[in-house]
């Protein structure tokens, strides 16, 4: 009898190991999502606080299970927002999962081309 493991097994540190790349992967990931919403926050003013009077809250709509369904993703991306933003700006941000965000943008595409192409034509 051989006391080899089956070849199929996978050792349980190379499955650890497995975990890891995927953490730091996700982790990276977030980081990068996090950079882009601070991207498009500065482009917007909307990256601070000018006073206290101003504190509006700023509304990110986000689609997609990645951050919908697996919560160390949308940990690693509040946590990141929150190093990268003021830290009396990041209470003002909310976060909101986005329900069929890909028809909505692609709506809101294609309704912004026609009322261009209208203006441009005339009508």
Same mark, same amino acid.
């Given at each position: 009898?051989?006391?080899? #493991? /089956?070849?199929?097994?996978?050792?349980?540190? %190379?499955?650890? @190991?497995?975990?890891?790349?995927?953490?730091?992967?996700? $982790? $990276?990931?977030?980081?990068? #999502?996090?950079?882009?919403? @601070?991207?498009?926050?500065?482009? @917007?003013?909307?990256? *601070?606080?000018?006073?206290? %009077?101003?504190? %509006? %809250?700023?509304?990110?709509?986000?689609?997609? +299970?990645?951050?919908?369904?697996? *919560?160390?993703? $949308? &940990?690693?991306?509040?946590?990141?927002?929150?190093?990268?933003? /003021?830290?009396?700006?990041? /209470?003002?941000?909310? @976060? =909101? =999962? #986005?329900?069929?965000?890909?028809?909505? &943008?692609? #709506?809101?595409?294609?309704?912004?081309? +026609? +009322?261009?192409?209208? +203006?441009?034509? &005339? *009508?």
């Amino acid at each position: 009898m051989s006391s080899r #493991a /089956p070849k199929n097994e996978i050792s349980l540190e %190379k499955k650890r @190991l497995v975990v890891k790349v995927c953490e730091i992967i996700t $982790r $990276r990931s977030a980081g990068l #999502a996090a950079a882009g919403i @601070l991207a498009i926050l500065m482009k @917007l003013g909307r990256n *601070t606080i000018t006073n206290v %009077k101003e504190q %509006k %809250k700023t509304v990110i709509a986000i689609d997609g +299970s990645l951050y919908c369904k697996y *919560t160390k993703f $949308r &940990g690693y991306l509040l946590e990141t927002l929150q190093e990268l933003l /003021p830290d009396d700006f990041f /209470p003002t941000v909310d @976060l =909101q =999962q #986005a329900h069929d965000g890909s028809g909505i &943008g692609a #709506a809101i595409i294609a309704a912004s081309y +026609s +009322s261009e192409n209208n +203006s441009r034509n &005339g *009508t």
